[in-house]
């Protein structure tokens, strides 16, 4: 009877670890949604329950980030706000782009982005930079470009 019981139980823990699968390389396109907000912004947002905002989701959720403003002719971009983490950046790493002042946010696992195909005046990442660096970082297929 503890024998069932024990392999019963087992099997439920692995079942359950399944259906929690966590973002990786290999899946976060699937589990990174991108809603278009604007002519040049973006909200590209993590779908999974429970996020915290480790490292490899912030990172992977960059990436996408970088690969959305390529994808719409754009070679530049900032995050404007991230949901997971509220917190503006200093006053003095703000962008300017045709008068216009934006103030950043630390990416997250759900960032609004704007995108610029002229570097904005101040801080904007390179899509182009991140995207490789980030795709190195994970040892994702530099030639793959996901849809």
Same mark, same amino acid.
């Given at each position: 009877? =503890?024998?069932? %019981?024990? $392999?019963? +139980? +087992?099997?439920?823990?692995?079942?359950? @670890? !399944?259906? !929690?699968?966590?973002? %990786?390389?290999? @899946?976060? #396109?699937?589990?990174?949604?991108?809603?278009? /907000?604007?002519?040049?912004?973006?909200?590209?947002?993590?779908?999974?329950?429970?996020? @915290?905002?480790d490292?490899?989701? #912030?990172?992977?959720?960059? /990436?996408?980030? $970088?690969?959305? !403003? +390529?994808?719409?002719? *754009?070679?530049?971009?900032?995050?404007?706000? &991230? &949901?997971?983490?509220? %917190? %503006?950046?200093? !006053?003095?790493?703000?962008?300017?782009?045709?008068?216009?002042?934006?103030? /950043?946010?630390?990416?997250? $696992? &759900?960032?609004?982005?704007?995108? *610029? =195909?002229?570097k904005?005046?101040?801080?904007?990442?390179?899509?182009?930079?991140? =995207?490789?660096? /980030?795709?190195? =970082?994970?040892d994702?297929?530099?030639?793959?470009?996901?849809?």
């Amino acid at each position: 009877m =503890k024998t069932t %019981q024990i $392999a019963f +139980l +087992l099997s439920l823990l692995l079942l359950l @670890n !399944a259906c !929690a699968t966590t973002l %990786q390389p290999d @899946n976060y #396109v699937e589990r990174i949604a991108t809603t278009r /907000l604007g002519d040049n912004r973006f909200l590209v947002d993590y779908r999974g329950g429970g996020v @915290n905002a480790d490292t490899q989701t #912030v990172d992977l959720t960059l /990436l996408r980030s $970088a690969e959305i !403003a +390529l994808q719409h002719g *754009f070679h530049y971009f900032i995050v404007i706000d &991230s &949901s997971d983490n509220p %917190q %503006q950046v200093g !006053a003095e790493d703000a962008a300017t782009y045709h008068g216009q002042r934006y103030r /950043l946010a630390s990416p997250g $696992a &759900s960032n609004t982005i704007v995108c *610029f =195909k002229q570097k904005p005046r101040g801080f904007a990442y390179v899509a182009l930079i991140v =995207k490789a660096s /980030l795709r190195n =970082k994970y040892d994702l297929d530099q030639a793959a470009e996901p849809i």
